[in-house]
């Protein structure tokens, strides 16, 4: 079962982008690169990228014990991670380490144990990301023409 969506990242100058996720009521969220590309004016997609894990392995956390009829009382979710150069000297995403710490009631201790050995299984960003997710990239230059407009 294929769930296709889209996204549009509208570029707004700079390094700034607004991004349409195509979802109605769900306003776009604005992007900026950190100093000295951008102004830092909103996550960048390192940032984004980690409150995806982490909102995915978080849902994931509660998603099982919700069914398990386990009372989450709180969840506190932190997540860190690390930007790394490559071999070529490249900037990636180098780790991402998600902390998780949920409040049950002490009844409910013994039985979170299964949940906690098969929820990541559920994240589909988490696995995906470990897994390495196939990233097609389609570039289609377009000039301007001599009065202003795009030619297309």
């Known amino acids: ?18 991004v349409d996720f195509q979802q109605p009521g769900v306003p776009p969220l604005f992007t900026d690169e950190p100093s000295p590309l ?15 894990v982490g909102n995915c392995m978080s849902a994931s956390s509660k998603y ?13 979710v932190r997540v860190e991670g690390s930007i790394v150069r490559n071999e070529q000297g490249r900037l990636r995403v180098g780790w991402l380490q998600v902390h ?8 409910d201790l013994e039985r979170i144990g299964r949940c906690l050995e098969i929820f990541e299984d559920f994240c589909i ?3 995906g990301v470990r897994q390495g997710i ?4 389609q570039v289609d230059p377009r000039a301007l023409r001599a009065t202003g407009s795009a030619a297309s």
């Open 38 to 52: 951008g102004t830092g004016g909103g996550p960048n997609p390192a940032r984004l990228l980690a409150a995806a």
């Open 1 to 18: 079962m294929n769930q296709d969506f889209s996204i549009a990242p509208g570029w707004k100058g700079g390094y700034e982008f607004s």
């Open 134 to 137: 196939d990233v097609r990239v």
């Open 100 to 107: 998780l710490q949920p409040t049950l009631p002490e009844a």
């Open 64 to 76: 099982c014990p919700d069914r398990a009829h386990i009372k989450v009382l709180d969840l506190d």
């Open 125 to 127: 960003v988490g696995q």
